[in-house]
């Protein structure tokens, strides 16, 4: 092992022959845990907030067995996906800050990562599939080829962000070669522009389905505008039984989905190595903090969902007394 100049003038100021092996000296330098920041502590909170909501809605769906429609298979691989992504945060603090980083611990948030933010990218893709497809093929939608579909599609997703997240434990890396990497190391540009690449084409083909779920609808309410004899007014009718919200709430869904995936993707594509930390931080935060926002958007705005999730409640608050039931009867009425 070759010492450089600053290693032998710290042997030289502390009394130590610097001719001694370093392995067999007693005093060499140890490990220094950096100081938590507050970015760390936000980075653990958030971690758990997104691991705590998305477990919460895995179980749910996981333990009621009426929730087996193709939807709620897509929503538990969503809650699952973004699941993982808070595990990866977690691991991520604990490694910078409680315990020694080294190269197979990048390599393992990097790829678990990689991983739970493809297979989240992928399962909204999937949902937005699944609400075109209960549109446009009403009759034939719930089926049991339906779920034999959805389950192929799931497979196909999560077989495809497992080889995609393996890539940096599979030499896809910049460890050794720091010229060679992204604005999120240790994943190297050339791999971060092919996933920010397959991001970008994955967001416009969500959108094309939300496109295809708007043309449906709005045919579905000029049909019936058309048999109620409202042809004229057939906006105003619309708006007034409901399609309005439904439209405002698509609107929601779509900026939030943009807002959180289209910077990260574009920065990783135009970025590099050289370019300030702040700005891969200050996209990647909205793209980890989709997790965050995925299971209000998706997951407890489904009526199903919520019932159970009310009756799970209510039975642990009060084991069942009238009131409760009462009270519990109520809130299923307005659902």
Not at 16 to 25: A, F, K, R, V
Not at 58 to 83: E, H, N
Not at 120 to 147: E, I, K, N, P
Not at 153 to 172: D, H, N, Q, S, Y
Request: with cysteine.
């Amino acid at each position: 092992m070759i010492v450089n100049a600053t290693d032998l003038a710290w042997f030289e100021s502390s009394g130590e022959d610097p001719t001694i092996p370093l392995d067999q000296q007693d005093s060499s330098p140890q490990y220094e845990v950096p100081p938590i920041t507050m970015w760390g502590v936000a980075l653990c909170v958030s971690g758990s907030l997104i691991a705590g909501e998305n477990a919460i809605v895995v179980a749910t769906i996981v333990a009621t067995s009426s929730l087996r429609a193709p939807v709620f298979l897509l929503l538990a691989s969503l809650g699952l996906a973004d699941l993982l992504a808070g595990v990866a945060l977690i691991l991520h603090f604990l490694f910078l800050f409680c315990l020694k980083p080294s190269d197979w611990s990048e390599l393992l948030t990097s790829g678990l990562l990689v991983t739970s933010l493809t297979a989240s990218l992928c399962s909204l893709m999937g949902v937005a599939l699944d609400r075109y497809l209960s549109l446009s093929h009403a009759l034939t939608y719930g089926s049991s080829q339906s779920r034999h579909r959805a389950a192929i599609l799931l497979l196909l997703i999560w077989v495809g962000a497992c080889f995609i997240g393996a890539g940096p434990a599979m030499g896809w890396h910049c460890l050794e070669e720091p010229n060679s990497c992204s604005v999120a190391r240790p994943l190297t540009r050339t791999y971060l522009s092919l996933l920010c690449g397959l991001f970008l084409v994955i967001v416009v083909v969500t959108l094309q389905f939300y496109a295809g779920i708007c043309r449906v609808a709005r045919r579905h309410a000029h049909a019936i505008a058309t048999q109620r004899h409202f042809l004229p007014s057939s906006q105003s009718y619309a708006s007034k039984h409901g399609s309005g919200r439904g439209f405002s709430r698509l609107f929601l869904v779509l900026s939030v989905f943009v807002g959180c995936w289209m910077p990260f993707s574009l920065w990783g594509l135009l970025g590099d190595a050289s370019s300030p930390p702040l700005y891969t931080y200050a996209t990647l935060v909205p793209a980890a903090g989709s997790s965050m926002l995925n299971p209000i958007l998706y997951s407890l705005r489904n009526k199903d969902i919520r019932k159970v999730l009310l009756h799970a409640c209510f039975n642990c608050s009060s084991n069942g007394s009238p009131e409760t039931i009462q009270s519990q009867g109520n809130i299923r009425d307005m659902l």
